[in-house]
Nanobody, 114 residues
Framework: QVQLVESGGGLVQPGGSLKLSCATS????????MAWYRQAPGKQRDLVAR???????YVANSLRGRFTISRDSANNRVYLQMNNLKPEDTAVYYC????????WGQGTQVTVSS
């Protein structure tokens, strides 16, 4: 059964950094594209970034330059490096496939506040 486990969130001050990690079951990590999403309170779940099997990346326009997605297929992990965090980045962050085709994990809470 496919499992997605996100970690690495927390409370950080504006301008700080966090690196999120997504642990995936082996069958999905190595063979397909993966993506990060986020959902702020009262808002829809939006795409943050995605990465192909070969490592080609896409980051949402508004986040480009601050967020970076990467993957370690050997260890079945996908990462999201977030720099220069802003209060509006506060959300629960999730990983999934680019078509949101897997059961959602519990996500990891990121709170940016002074």
């Amino acid at each position: 059964q496919v499992q997605l486990v996100e970690s690495g969130g927390g409370l950080v001050q504006p301008g700080g950094s966090l690196k999120l990690s997504c642990a995936t079951s082996g069958t999905i990590s190595a063979g397909i594209a993966m993506a990060w999403y986020r959902q702020a309170p009262g808002k829809q779940r939006d795409l943050v970034a995605r990465i192909s099997v070969t490592g080609v990346t896409y980051v949402a326009n508004s986040l480009r330059g601050r967020f970076t997605i990467s993957r370690d297929s050997a260890n079945n992990r996908v990462y999201l490096q977030m720099n220069n965090l802003k209060p509006e980045d506060t959300a629960v962050y999730y990983c999934n496939g680019p078509s949101r085709q897997f059961p959602w994990g519990q996500g990891t809470q990121v709170t940016v506040s002074s």
